[in-house]
Nanobody
């Protein structure tokens, strides 16, 4: 049974930083492309960042480029999202997702498994 468990969310002031983690189990993590998505109240879930199986290829939404960094540890079976210079508009529930392909992807429909999400709130 595949499980993705996010952690590291919380309340932070604008300009601050947070690091999200996603612990994966029940799958061969190193063979999965991974992604982070987020959903703000009243809005659709949107793409944030994605990474391929080796970590050598990453891609970001324009809204987070230069501020967020996605990475992975295939020994610890964990995905990370380092978030710097946070803005109030980054407030959302953040989800990690896994796809049964080694490449990265930006569409929700490209992913096979989802975590339960972790809340990130950025105060102004």
């Amino acid at each position: 049974q595949v499980q993705l468990v996010e952690s590291g969310g919380g309340l932070v002031q604008a300009g601050g930083s947070l690091t999200l983690s996603c612990a994966a189990s029940g799958l061969t993590f190193s063979r999965y492309g991974m992604g982070w998505f987020r959903q703000a109240p009243g809005k659709e879930r949107e793409f944030v960042a994605t990474i391929n199986w080796t970590g050598g290829s990453t891609y970001y939404a324009d809204s987070v480029k230069g501020r967020f960094t996605i990475s992975r540890d295939n020994v610890k079976n964990t995905l990370y999202l380092q978030m710097n210079s946070l803005k109030p508009e980054d407030t959302a529930v953040y989800y990690c997702a896994a796809r049964d392909k080694i490449t990265s992807a930006t569409r929700l429909s490209d992913y096979d498994y989802w975590g339960q999400g972790t809340q990130v709130t950025v105060s102004s």
